[in-house]
Each structure stands twice: as structure tokens, then as C-alpha cells.
């Protein structure tokens, strides 16, 4: 019989679940939160999980997506929720789920679902993008060098960049084979001693300080003092100004900490002449890993790449490189689909509404239109995903759902039970 995790914050149906589960003969371990799941993880290899949805921590997306990236998916997981959506269930079957449960959860659909989830054959984990994806970059064979030049005699690094994308490249490059890898932005309760152990000889990641609220902030410094003694690296990125993080209530002294080794990530509008081949090798990378067909870049398009400006950075030229896979119909990009693809996102730009409007309302309504002007448009990019939304907002996806609901803006959810 199997080993089961059963995660959910309702204690009545943690032991519902686990006594239909253990009269079946499997064993069952519970956790109440998204923090104890990380224990139980930790600990032990259980044959499945069953993960609700919606917890008062850190959500079930979240979860799942974390354990993706540091490699832990290595057990079918299937996701239990209330108020599901297609969206959702879709979210998490590419992430990584084997099945979707919505409840209330019916005895026999339960019991078959487990089954089939028990039998469901969990693909390796695809390795991370890192610098290495483009070696041939005279660019970024540099930062490389760089890159491990500092790491190698410190155990905190700064990462100054326009975009968090590139920071986690950088770390992502730094993290030896099947280390572990603990996001700071995933984490939604404090910081433990006991998390950090388990972290050994892995990455203590934070994409972007900027994005960072006050829990986040006092689990970075929780971590500074304790990173020799648990052997493990932190590695940040930040987008702004360390004097701009100063006004914005960062304490000065974790700042000064964070600051003693930093380096400074190139941006892609000061490198034109290298697009081109990071355009290319990036393209190899995703065909190889089975995320787009196999296609090729003509000269042309290539040019067309290079004289475009990139001011998304990093993850406009990844997201462009992409869509360019996805939506070409041949199997060679030209440079008529890289003017389709860029004029469209240079449209929808230009049809961003004026700020003028706002001046004239009180700064209470003023704040709740902007607001809600900024989410629809980010779930109108995002496609609906909300995880992408959360990621984009620095929100964990928990918090995004009730300043969704705050503002009135209807995501597609079921009625709620």
C-alpha cells in the first residue's frame, strides 16, 4: 500500500481523508498548512500528495510550483479545491499535477482518483534555464566567468539588473545538481531554522528585493546571519536603487549586508549586437526541452531582433522568442513574424489609458482605478494565469485572489460552495 501526504486546512477533512485512506490500507501523513507540508516533504518521500488549493499561508499553486523548481515533484500530486476553474486545473497539470479533485469529494471518485494517480508515471524534472543554454554569447560567457568569480569567495550575492529573469539565471547557474533550492517569495510564513537545514548546500533565492514585503524582509535577515552555519548561499536580484529600497522602509543595516558583494547583470538594450545569438541559442533551448517545435531564425528576423527596443528586457526577449515558435507557420521565423509579433505588443502598449483622468478623484478612488485598471490588463497579457499575474504584481496568488475580489474584478471562478 502507499504513503500519503494529505495537505489542507480544514482539520475535518484531513481526518475524513485519512480515515477512508487508512481503511484502504494506506498509510497516511497529514499537514495543516503549506509550512508543515514542507516538513513533511522534507522528511520523507511519500508515494502521492493530495493538495488542496486554497490555505491561509502559502496556496496549493504556489506549493506545487516551488516544489517543481527545486526539484521535489518527484510523486504524483493530485489538487483538491472547492472553487475550482478549468483555468486552475489546467494551470496545474503543466506545472505538474497528476489529477484534479473538486469538492466536495465523492468516496468513489476520491478512491479512484487516487488509484490512478498511484499509477500515474511522473517525468523527470526538466532542468532549470541557466547561462549555460547560451555558451556561444561572448556576452554571457563572461557574466558566467564573472558570476562564479564572486560567488566563489562569499556566501551572499547581489544581482543588479533590469529584470528578475536574469538574476534567476545567474542563480540558477550557481545551484550544483539536485541542491536544494528554497525561494524566499514562496515562502508565506516566517523563516525557520529548520527550513534553512534542509536547504544545505543549496540556494536561498530572492528574485527582486523591490518586490519583497516586510515578512519577506525579516525572513532575509533571519537568513543572513545563519547562512555559514547552515551552509547555504543567498543569492538576490534587485530592479531598483539600493537608496530607492532605503525610502521605501528597507532596514539600512540588512541592506549594507546584502550589498557587500554585488554585480551588476547586463541588460539587453545596451547589447544589441548579441540578441541575435541569444535569440537563437535561446530557441534551441526550448525545442530541445519540447516546450515549442522546431524552428530556425532567417537572417532577417535575426535583424529585426536586433534592432528592436528591448525594453522588457530579458523576459520580453523570452516571451517574444516563444510566441515567435509557437505561432510561425513554417519552420522558419522571417522577419515578417517577429514585425507580427513585436507591433502587436508595441499596439497594445500604445492603447494604454491616460493617468490624466485619475488627478481629477479623491486618492482613495484614484488608487482602486489604477488598481484595477493595472490587474485587468495583467490578466489580459497573462492570458488569465494567475500565477504569472502574482508573479508580475509581487503578490503571493492567495492575496492576488482578494484584491481581485476587492476591486470587483471577475476572474472566472464557480460559484464558491
Not at 159 to 173: D, F, G
Not at 281 to 294: D, I, S, Y
Not at 333 to 344: S, Y
Amino acid at each position: 500500500m502507499a504513503q500519503i501526504l494529505v495537505v489542507d486546512d480544514e482539520v475535518g477533512i484531513r481526518e475524513l481523508l485519512s480515515e477512508i485512506l487508512a481503511d484502504e490500507g494506506h498509510t497516511v501523513w497529514l499537514a495543516e498548512n503549506a509550512t508543515a507540508a514542507r516538513k513533511a516533504r522534507g522528511e520523507r518521500r511519500p508515494d502521492l500528495v493530495l493538495l488542496d488549493i486554497w490555505m491561509p499561508d502559502t496556496d496549493g499553486i504556489s506549493l506545487l510550483k516551488e516544489w517543481s523548481a527545486a526539484g521535489l515533484l518527484t510523486m504524483p500530486v493530485v489538487m483538491m479545491s472547492g472553487h475550482g476553474t478549468i483555468d486552475t486545473a489546467v494551470e496545474a497539470t503543466r506545472i505538474g499535477a497528476a489529477e484534479f479533485l473538486e469538492k466536495p469529494i465523492a468516496l468513489q471518485k476520491l478512491l479512484s482518483t487516487v488509484k490512478k494517480a498511484l499509477k500515474h508515471e511522473v517525468a523527470p524534472a526538466k532542468a532549470p534555464l541557466t547561462l549555460d543554454a547560451f555558451v556561444r554569447s561572448p556576452l554571457i560567457k563572461d557574466l558566467r566567468k564573472r558570476l562564479e568569480q564572486a560567488a566563489a569567495k562569499t556566501s551572499m550575492l547581489l544581482l543588479k539588473s533590469a529584470s528578475s529573469a536574469i538574476a534567476e539565471l545567474c542563480a540558477r547557474s550557481l545551484q550544483a545538481p539536485h541542491a536544494p533550492w528554497l525561494d524566499l517569495a514562496a515562502a508565506g510564513g516566517p523563516l525557520t531554522q529548520e527550513m534553512l537545514q534542509n536547504a544545505s548546500g543549496g540556494i536561498l533565492f530572492a528574485a527582486d528585493l523591490a518586490a519583497m514585503g516586510k515578512l519577506q524582509q525579516m525572513n532575509l535577515a533571519f537568513a543572513i546571519d545563519r547562512l555559514e552555519k547552515h551552509n547555504v548561499m543567498l543569492i538576490c536580484g534587485t530592479t531598483k536603487p539600493l537608496p530607492a529600497l532605503a525610502e521605501a522602509g528597507w532596514d539600512a543595516a540588512v541592506l549594507a549586508r546584502v550589498a557587500e558583494v554585488w554585480l551588476a547583470l547586463p541588460q539587453l538594450s545596451a547589447h544589441a549586437d548579441e540578441i541575435p545569438e541569444i535569440a537563437a541559442l535561446l530557441l534551441t533551448h526550448l525545442a530541445e526541452r519540447g516546450e515549442v517545435p522546431a524552428r530556425r531564425f532567417a537572417v532577417g528576423a535575426l535583424n529585426a531582433l536586433r534592432i528592436h527596443r528591448w525594453q522588457g528586457d530579458w523576459p520580453e526577449l523570452q516571451a517574444a522568442v516563444k510566441n515567435l515558435a509557437l505561432s510561425a507557420l513554417d519552420e522558419e521565423i522571417v522577419a515578417e513574424d517577429v514585425a507580427r509579433i513585436l507591433q502587436t505588443e508595441l499596439r497594445e502598449t500604445s492603447e494604454a489609458p491616460s493617468l490624466l483622468p485619475f488627478f481629477e478623484q479623491p486618492l482613495r478612488e484614484a488608487r482602486d482605478a489604477f488598481e484595477r485598471l493595472y490587474f485587468e490588463h495583467a490578466l489580459r497579457l497573462e492570458g488569465g494565469n494567475m500565477t504569472r499575474v502574482a508573479d508580475k504584481a509581487g503578490l503571493e496568488r492567495t492575496h492576488l485572489y482578494r484584491k481581485l475580489k476587492q476591486l470587483g474584478i471577475q476572474i472566472g471562478r464557480r460559484g464558491e460552495e
